[in-house]
């Protein structure tokens, strides 16, 4: 059993879009943070766990069918990323 590592670039196109919708609502681009995800290699593929950085700042958001970008948005919302 091993760990499968994601980068940005490796997330569903919806994953893509949505969190590139967020960050523009709130001021940033998707270049301001550092996407990586990582999953159990014999897991569903919505059961990783999503890890976004900027700066000094990192927080880890478990996927849930795109629920990260939910729980993403709560925390540019009070501005845990400054």
């Known amino acids: 059993m091993g760990i499968t590592q994601f980068r940005y670039i490796d997330l569903p196109i919806g994953d893509r879009a949505a969190f ?4 523009a609502r709130h001021g940033f681009a998707p270049v301001h943070f ?3 995800a ?3 290699a014999d897991e569903p593929e919505h059961e990783r766990v999503v890890t976004v950085r900027r700066g000094g700042w990192t927080q880890s958001y478990q996927d849930g069918r795109g629920q990260w970008i ?3 948005e709560a925390d540019l919302t009070c501005r845990f990323f400054k």
């Open 38 to 40: 990582s999953a159990p």
């Open 34 to 36: 550092e996407i990586s």
């Open 70 to 72: 939910r729980q993403f």
């Open 20 to 23: 590139e919708l967020v960050c």
